[in-house]
């Protein structure tokens, strides 16, 4: 169990289930193979999703992984799943479509066991639309693109793990850093991470993370932005950004969220 | 100076200038007639707006009332502003566009010196998009209307001053519950709060609001929430919301927002 908050760790979706299972198995390394983990499904309409990740889970030999059958807000409230919680080491939240998540866990005892479990070690892992609901800002859905347009991005109140980031997710596969700036052009205060498939985040508690995964992770930072037009611009505009900084991650980089400064992979270092 | 935090003070637009005052002046005396008042006139396109505030309190009896002029980012980095927001007791956020505020300010170290500011002590204000950007959770824009409906209302990062409310403001006299219902529709933790024009909320540091006008506050409560239909409706579809809890609150009522209990006036409560 990690000293203090545990890793929040994003996943891009379409993680491999097979093969290497780099991400899942990294994830339940972390979670220590004596572990327990439970599964959220309640992001997915497909029966058998909390079911396919016991089994990978089983797979790579944690002690316990089960799936919570959470799929109305009253179930949100039930004290055995969320005695479940309490004795999980990780917890993992399937895809499907965050508003599902959002509108039957938020504001539920669920979401704040979610919230506790998080502050007193335990590490929380979300892929697809279960990575967009980590955050406190959560793009709820969004038109593809590769420049920020406005009204192109919808945000909604997430599950509040972290506010330093927004997320985005398949990220490369649907063309999606248009929506991301424009989700930034509101407010450039948080850092901008998009997620390819089968690409995470391990999120420590020092707030450095650490890249995971076969595609690329693309890191916005907007602090030293200069100007955002947002407050003036009309429906489809293209949104003016000056200033923004960029960063492309693969597998081994890191980027502090307090310094903001990127490294890449100790490999790639040495051959510089 | 408060012991803690700050009040955090919405107020719902239009608010008296001249006559009565009651809200600027609660807020002056609050800040300690004694105390001098930062005007942040950010949001507004109108020049004059920083000056028609500074007049206003100082004819209320204020030492100082001083409007920063804050209109670009790089603006919202210099050290003699910021210097001036450490010496106010009270700060006030004008009208104008919310996504001045936002795309100007967030993320800057005026963004920084104001929630310190808050936590500190010192009383925060804000009327119109003033009032709408104070919270983490911003209210940008939206359409018209008295139901929920998908789409409505886009949501942005504000201030962050608290999360647990979500403001609307000109709140009857644009009939904007139905786009106050869909920002609590995609995730019901926050409570909704609803100003109408010359109307205040004067959050305190125990977390317990006071109403303060000649208009109502509204209280959408979602605590109880049993459903939303959010995660599948699509674009101007109603919204299917089932469990509200709502409160009319007049001037002198009163709201905690820890333990969602509400009160009518001292005086109604007499009578009753």
Redesign the interface.
Known sequence: MADGRGYIIPVGGAEEKIGDITILRRFASLCDTAGRIAIIPTASEVSDTGARYETVFQGLGVTEARSLPIY???DAELPELIAILDQSDGIFLTGG?Q??L???I??TSM?KALRRRSAEGAHIAGTSAGAAFLC???I?FGREGASPRA?IV?????L?LT?RVIIDQHFRQRDRLGRLLTAL??????IGIGLDENTAAFIGPDNSLEVVGGGALTIVD??E???????RVRKNDPVCLIGLKVHILDHGSTFNLTTRVAAPAPAIARRA
Do not use: D, I, V, W
Request: zero cysteines; glycine letters at 10%.
């Open positions: 109305t807000r009253a479509n508003l599902r959002s509108t039957m938020g504001g979401a406190e800002h959560m709820a009204k919808t945000l909604a109140p997430g509040g506010n052009a509101y407010n450039p205060f948080a907007t602090s932005l200069e100007f955002s037009s947002m407050a």
